[in-house]
């Protein structure tokens, strides 16, 4: 079967979809009332008061777990080995002993970094 844009239901077809996109433009306009509003002072007072201790706990959290992983023993092993590993590398790239010493005393303890 060929549609033809003559043929019946092709033509009832284009009927719907034009009544559906008349339909919702026509509900979908913004109205005053729902247009976002911006803070004001007090309102950002207070939102600062709310975000205070969400974020103490958050980092009371995060220092916590990372003083339970340190305390491990095995963390302690893990640390030797990538002090040493990174000594050895500098040393290994042609720095002396006592550069690379002091790089690493430098770099001190591997941290995660802030994500962008």
């Known amino acids: 079967m060929i549609f033809r844009p003559h043929h019946v239901p092709f033509a009832g077809?284009?009927?719907?979809?034009?009544?559906?996109?008349?339909?919702?433009?026509?509900?979908?306009?913004?109205?005053?009332?729902?247009?976002?509003?911006?803070?004001?002072?007090?309102?950002f007072a207070q939102m600062q008061g709310m975000m205070?201790?969400?974020?103490e706990q958050m980092m009371t959290a995060g220092m916590t777990a990372t003083l339970r992983v340190l305390a491990k023993p095995e963390s302690a092993q893990q640390l030797a080995t990538?002090?040493?590993?990174?000594?050895?590398?500098?040393?290994?790239?042609?720095?002396?002993?006592?550069?690379?010493?002091?790089?690493v005393a430098a770099v001190g303890m591997p941290h995660a970094a802030p994500g962008r």
Not at 52 to 55: E, R, T, V
């Open 82 to 103: 990538f002090v040493k590993n990174f000594y050895d590398a500098l040393v290994a790239k042609g720095f002396s002993k006592e550069d690379a010493l002091r790089v």
């Open 13 to 43: 077809i284009t009927r719907c979809i034009a009544g559906f996109v008349l339909a919702t433009s026509i509900t979908t306009v913004p109205l005053a009332s729902q247009q976002p509003t911006k803070p004001d002072s007090v309102q």
């Open 52 to 55: 205070g201790p969400m974020m």
